[in-house]
DNA sequence: TAATAATATTAGAATATCCTTATATAATTA
DNA sequence: TAATTATATAAGGATATTCTAATATTATTA
Protein backbone atom coordinates (compact mmCIF):
# COMPACT_ATOMS: atom_id res chain seq x y z
CA UNK A 1 0.00 0.00 0.00
CA UNK A 2 2.04 3.52 -0.82
CA UNK A 3 2.05 5.80 1.61
CA UNK A 4 -0.37 8.47 0.33
CA UNK A 5 -3.16 5.96 0.16
CA UNK A 6 -2.29 5.02 4.06
CA UNK A 7 -2.13 8.92 4.95
CA UNK A 8 -5.78 9.20 3.15
CA UNK A 9 -7.29 6.29 5.21
CA UNK A 10 -5.10 7.74 8.47
CA UNK A 11 -7.02 10.91 7.88
CA UNK A 12 -10.15 9.27 7.24
CA UNK A 13 -9.75 7.81 11.10
CA UNK A 14 -9.37 11.23 12.05
CA UNK A 15 -12.05 12.88 10.39
CA UNK A 16 -14.46 10.74 11.74
CA UNK A 17 -13.52 11.49 14.99
CA UNK A 18 -13.68 15.49 14.17
CA UNK A 19 -17.25 16.04 15.19
CA UNK A 20 -18.68 17.09 18.31
CA UNK A 21 -21.80 14.73 18.53
CA UNK A 22 -19.07 11.45 16.98
CA UNK A 23 -16.91 12.34 20.15
CA UNK A 24 -20.26 12.28 22.37
CA UNK A 25 -21.52 9.39 20.92
CA UNK A 26 -18.21 7.62 21.65
CA UNK A 27 -18.15 8.71 25.22
CA UNK A 28 -21.71 7.24 25.60
CA UNK A 29 -20.35 3.90 24.48
CA UNK A 30 -17.85 3.95 26.47
CA UNK A 31 -19.40 2.07 29.35
CA UNK A 32 -20.49 -0.56 26.82
CA UNK A 33 -22.95 -0.67 24.09
CA UNK A 34 -25.89 0.69 24.01
CA UNK A 35 -29.22 0.88 21.55
CA UNK A 36 -29.87 3.80 19.23
CA UNK A 37 -33.25 4.88 20.73
CA UNK A 38 -31.25 5.04 24.38
CA UNK A 39 -28.83 7.14 22.36
CA UNK A 40 -31.25 9.56 20.32
CA UNK A 41 -32.46 10.15 24.08
CA UNK A 42 -29.13 10.77 26.20
CA UNK A 43 -27.56 13.06 23.39
CA UNK A 44 -30.24 15.70 22.37
CA UNK A 45 -29.93 15.05 18.34
CA UNK A 46 -32.40 14.29 15.42
CA UNK A 47 -32.81 10.83 14.98
CA UNK A 48 -31.85 10.69 11.10
CA UNK A 49 -28.81 12.61 12.00
CA UNK A 50 -28.08 10.31 14.14
CA UNK A 51 -28.03 7.44 12.21
CA UNK A 52 -25.77 9.40 9.88
CA UNK A 53 -23.17 9.40 12.27
CA UNK A 54 -23.53 6.13 12.93
CA UNK A 55 -23.83 4.69 9.19
CA UNK A 56 -20.26 7.19 9.42
CA UNK A 57 -18.37 5.67 12.20
CA UNK A 58 -19.88 1.55 10.79
CA UNK A 59 -18.14 2.12 7.70
CA UNK A 60 -14.61 3.46 9.59
CA UNK A 61 -14.84 0.69 11.73
CA UNK A 62 -15.25 2.45 14.67
CA UNK A 63 -18.22 1.42 16.12
CA UNK A 64 -19.37 -2.30 15.28
CA UNK A 65 -23.64 -3.10 15.14
CA UNK A 66 -25.54 -5.59 16.65
CA UNK A 67 -29.32 -6.08 15.57
CA UNK A 68 -31.66 -7.77 18.02
CA UNK A 69 -35.27 -7.95 16.73
CA UNK A 70 -35.84 -4.05 16.31
CA UNK A 71 -33.83 -2.78 17.69
CA UNK A 72 -30.12 -2.21 16.53
CA UNK A 73 -27.10 -1.97 19.97
CA UNK A 74 -23.69 0.08 18.84
CA UNK A 75 -20.53 -0.55 20.45
CA UNK A 76 -17.21 0.67 20.37
CA UNK A 77 -14.84 -1.56 17.75
CA UNK A 78 -11.56 -0.92 19.73
CA UNK A 79 -10.81 -0.15 23.25
CA UNK A 80 -7.85 2.21 21.31
CA UNK A 81 -10.26 4.18 20.17
CA UNK A 82 -10.79 5.45 23.97
CA UNK A 83 -6.95 5.39 24.42
CA UNK A 84 -6.62 7.62 21.45
CA UNK A 85 -9.81 10.20 22.32
CA UNK A 86 -8.72 10.55 25.81
CA UNK A 87 -4.71 11.15 24.57
CA UNK A 88 -6.50 14.34 22.44
CA UNK A 89 -8.40 15.39 25.33
CA UNK A 90 -4.93 15.33 27.05
CA UNK A 91 -2.95 17.52 24.37
CA UNK A 92 -5.95 19.73 24.44
CA UNK A 93 -6.41 20.58 28.13
CA UNK A 94 -2.86 20.54 28.54
CA UNK A 95 -2.80 23.63 25.35
CA UNK A 96 -5.59 25.47 27.23
CA UNK A 97 -4.15 25.33 30.62
CA UNK A 98 -0.48 26.32 28.80
CA UNK A 99 -2.57 29.55 27.77
CA UNK A 100 -4.38 29.49 24.61
CA UNK A 101 -4.48 33.30 24.04
CA UNK A 102 -0.94 32.86 22.79
CA UNK A 103 -1.88 30.74 20.48
CA UNK A 104 -1.20 31.42 16.66
CA UNK A 105 1.87 33.66 17.89
CA UNK A 106 5.74 32.61 18.14
CA UNK A 107 6.47 31.89 21.34
CA UNK A 108 8.65 34.42 22.91
CA UNK B 1 -16.27 24.89 30.58
CA UNK B 2 -19.86 23.47 29.40
CA UNK B 3 -19.27 20.05 27.55
CA UNK B 4 -20.54 21.04 24.61
CA UNK B 5 -17.79 23.33 23.95
CA UNK B 6 -15.25 20.78 25.23
CA UNK B 7 -16.64 17.91 22.70
CA UNK B 8 -16.00 21.07 19.97
CA UNK B 9 -12.43 21.86 20.76
CA UNK B 10 -11.89 18.31 20.52
CA UNK B 11 -13.40 17.71 17.62
CA UNK B 12 -11.06 21.00 16.35
CA UNK B 13 -8.19 19.04 17.59
CA UNK B 14 -8.95 15.96 15.63
CA UNK B 15 -10.08 17.66 12.60
CA UNK B 16 -6.51 18.56 12.52
CA UNK B 17 -5.33 15.54 12.18
CA UNK B 18 -7.84 14.74 9.43
CA UNK B 19 -6.07 15.53 6.93
CA UNK B 20 -3.01 13.88 5.13
CA UNK B 21 -0.48 16.76 4.76
CA UNK B 22 -0.59 17.31 8.40
CA UNK B 23 -0.42 13.61 8.91
CA UNK B 24 3.36 13.43 7.11
CA UNK B 25 4.24 16.63 8.54
CA UNK B 26 3.50 15.00 12.02
CA UNK B 27 5.42 12.29 10.89
CA UNK B 28 8.74 14.25 9.73
CA UNK B 29 8.05 15.95 12.76
CA UNK B 30 8.87 12.62 15.00
CA UNK B 31 12.49 12.74 15.13
CA UNK B 32 12.65 16.65 16.14
CA UNK B 33 12.66 20.17 14.79
CA UNK B 34 12.64 20.79 11.42
CA UNK B 35 12.60 24.16 8.79
CA UNK B 36 9.95 24.84 7.09
CA UNK B 37 12.27 24.69 3.91
CA UNK B 38 13.31 21.33 4.80
CA UNK B 39 9.61 20.43 4.91
CA UNK B 40 8.59 21.36 1.70
CA UNK B 41 11.39 19.79 0.00
CA UNK B 42 10.29 16.31 1.85
CA UNK B 43 7.36 16.43 1.11
CA UNK B 44 6.25 17.62 -2.34
CA UNK B 45 3.78 20.09 -1.33
CA UNK B 46 3.79 23.63 -2.40
CA UNK B 47 4.75 27.02 0.17
CA UNK B 48 1.69 28.58 0.58
CA UNK B 49 0.04 25.63 1.11
CA UNK B 50 2.68 24.22 3.82
CA UNK B 51 2.06 27.29 5.56
CA UNK B 52 -1.32 27.22 5.68
CA UNK B 53 -1.41 23.91 6.96
CA UNK B 54 1.59 24.73 9.95
CA UNK B 55 -0.26 28.08 10.75
CA UNK B 56 -3.31 25.71 11.35
CA UNK B 57 -1.73 23.36 13.71
CA UNK B 58 -0.31 26.29 15.30
CA UNK B 59 -3.29 27.42 16.28
CA UNK B 60 -4.58 24.19 17.39
CA UNK B 61 -1.17 24.12 19.71
CA UNK B 62 -0.34 20.64 17.60
CA UNK B 63 2.87 22.40 16.76
CA UNK B 64 5.17 25.11 17.92
CA UNK B 65 7.52 27.34 15.87
CA UNK B 66 11.00 28.97 16.29
CA UNK B 67 12.10 31.90 14.02
CA UNK B 68 16.00 31.50 13.75
CA UNK B 69 17.21 34.75 11.68
CA UNK B 70 15.33 34.36 8.54
CA UNK B 71 14.17 30.66 9.11
CA UNK B 72 11.15 28.78 11.02
CA UNK B 73 11.78 25.57 12.59
CA UNK B 74 8.69 23.69 13.82
CA UNK B 75 8.08 20.99 16.00
CA UNK B 76 5.40 18.83 18.00
CA UNK B 77 4.17 20.55 20.98
CA UNK B 78 3.29 17.25 22.76
CA UNK B 79 4.63 13.56 22.77
CA UNK B 80 1.43 12.68 23.13
CA UNK B 81 0.47 14.17 20.09
CA UNK B 82 2.45 10.92 18.67
CA UNK B 83 1.13 8.34 20.94
CA UNK B 84 -2.70 9.60 19.37
CA UNK B 85 -1.66 8.98 16.03
CA UNK B 86 -0.45 5.96 16.37
CA UNK B 87 -3.12 4.59 17.82
CA UNK B 88 -5.33 5.99 15.05
CA UNK B 89 -3.03 3.93 12.89
CA UNK B 90 -3.44 0.94 14.66
CA UNK B 91 -7.21 1.26 15.07
CA UNK B 92 -6.95 1.41 10.99
CA UNK B 93 -4.53 -1.35 10.52
CA UNK B 94 -6.45 -3.64 12.32
CA UNK B 95 -9.42 -2.54 10.46
CA UNK B 96 -8.06 -3.42 7.77
CA UNK B 97 -7.12 -6.73 8.46
CA UNK B 98 -10.37 -7.78 9.65
CA UNK B 99 -11.43 -7.23 6.32
CA UNK B 100 -12.65 -3.78 5.63
CA UNK B 101 -14.49 -5.39 2.60
CA UNK B 102 -17.66 -6.09 5.34
CA UNK B 103 -17.51 -3.03 6.40
CA UNK B 104 -20.61 -0.68 6.75
CA UNK B 105 -22.74 -3.97 6.99
CA UNK B 106 -23.70 -5.96 10.01
CA UNK B 107 -21.56 -8.96 10.39
CA UNK B 108 -23.22 -11.98 10.79
C1' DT C 1 -51.52 -8.83 5.50
C1' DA C 2 -51.96 -4.20 7.64
C1' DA C 3 -50.35 -1.33 11.14
C1' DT C 4 -46.69 0.11 14.05
C1' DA C 5 -42.06 0.99 15.99
C1' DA C 6 -37.16 1.33 15.18
C1' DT C 7 -33.68 2.44 12.20
C1' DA C 8 -31.67 3.77 7.70
C1' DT C 9 -31.26 6.33 3.47
C1' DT C 10 -31.90 10.25 0.24
C1' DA C 11 -32.07 15.08 -1.26
C1' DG C 12 -30.66 19.50 -0.86
C1' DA C 13 -29.39 23.94 1.30
C1' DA C 14 -25.91 26.03 4.41
C1' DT C 15 -21.38 25.97 5.81
C1' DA C 16 -16.53 24.53 6.06
C1' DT C 17 -12.20 22.80 4.05
C1' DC C 18 -8.57 22.56 0.57
C1' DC C 19 -5.61 24.06 -2.90
C1' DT C 20 -3.69 27.58 -6.17
C1' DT C 21 -2.37 32.15 -7.32
C1' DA C 22 -1.15 36.51 -5.94
C1' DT C 23 0.52 39.51 -2.51
C1' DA C 24 2.46 40.78 2.05
C1' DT C 25 5.80 40.62 5.82
C1' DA C 26 10.32 39.71 8.11
C1' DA C 27 15.18 39.18 8.31
C1' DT C 28 19.58 39.54 5.91
C1' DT C 29 23.03 41.42 3.06
C1' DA C 30 24.92 44.41 -0.56
C1' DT D 1 17.95 51.74 1.41
C1' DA D 2 17.27 48.22 -2.26
C1' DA D 3 17.41 43.57 -3.36
C1' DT D 4 16.90 38.88 -1.91
C1' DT D 5 15.39 34.86 0.61
C1' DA D 6 12.15 32.65 3.70
C1' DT D 7 7.72 32.50 5.35
C1' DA D 8 2.88 34.06 6.01
C1' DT D 9 -1.62 35.69 4.64
C1' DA D 10 -5.67 36.67 1.55
C1' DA D 11 -8.97 35.70 -2.21
C1' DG D 12 -11.65 32.57 -4.56
C1' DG D 13 -13.25 28.37 -6.95
C1' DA D 14 -13.81 23.35 -6.24
C1' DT D 15 -15.09 19.92 -3.18
C1' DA D 16 -16.71 17.89 1.20
C1' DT D 17 -19.48 17.96 5.58
C1' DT D 18 -23.47 18.80 8.29
C1' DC D 19 -28.08 19.22 9.31
C1' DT D 20 -33.23 18.93 8.40
C1' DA D 21 -37.20 17.04 6.18
C1' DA D 22 -39.04 13.44 3.64
C1' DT D 23 -39.13 8.69 2.50
C1' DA D 24 -37.67 3.82 2.73
C1' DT D 25 -36.59 -0.44 5.06
C1' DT D 26 -36.80 -4.01 8.65
C1' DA D 27 -38.87 -6.62 12.23
C1' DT D 28 -42.92 -7.34 15.15
C1' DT D 29 -47.54 -7.98 16.29
C1' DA D 30 -52.60 -7.63 15.65
Same mark, same amino acid.
Given at each position: ???????? %?? *??? /? !??? *? @????????????????? &?? !?? #??????????????? #???????? &?? *????? &? @????? %???????? #? /?????? &?? %?????????? *??????
Amino acid at each position: MPDDRLYQ %LH *AGI /C !QTL *A @NPKRLEIIDHLRGGELG &VT !QL #AEAMNIGQANLSQHL #ALMREKGI &VL *ARREG &V @NVFYR %LSNPKIIQ #A /CDLMRQ &VL %LEHLEKGAEL *AGSYRK
